[in-house]
Nanobody, 116 residues
Framework: QVQLVESGGGLVQPGGSLRLSCAAS????????MAWYRQQPGKQRELVAG???????NYADFVKGRFTISRDNAKRMVYLQMNSLKPEDTAVYYC??????????WGQGTQVTVSP
């Protein structure tokens, strides 16, 4: 079965950096697009960044120039490097895989808190 396991969240000061990791299993990772989403308290989950099977990337405007998504097909991992973090980046971050038939799979999420 599909499993996505995120790690790397934590508490960081404004301007700091974190690297989130997502370990994927249960599907053909190398041909799959992957994404990171986030959900802030009281808000809907929103797309942060996506990466295609050929490593083309796209970013939400609010993270462009600060966050970088990448993947390692050999390790079945997807990463989110987050730099210049702001308090408004505080959220639970989720790894996402959408199957060929449109089913969304999510990890358990990892909390990122940006605070002095």
């Amino acid at each position: 079965q599909v499993q996505l396991v995120e790690s790397g969240g934590g508490l960081v000061q404004p301007g700091g950096s974190l690297r989130l990791s997502c370990a994927a299993s249960g599907f053909i990772f190398s041909i799959s697009a992957m994404a990171w989403y986030r959900q802030q308290p009281g808000k809907q989950r929103e797309l942060v960044a996506g990466i295609t099977r050929s490593s083309n990337t796209n970013y939400a405007d609010f993270v462009k120039g600060r966050f970088t998504i990448s993947r390692d097909n050999a390790k079945r991992m997807v990463y989110l490097q987050m730099n210049s973090l702001k308090p408004e980046d505080t959220a639970v971050y989720y790894c996402n895989f959408k199957s060929a038939i449109g089913t969304d799979y999510w990890g358990q999420g990892t909390q990122v808190t940006v605070s002095p």
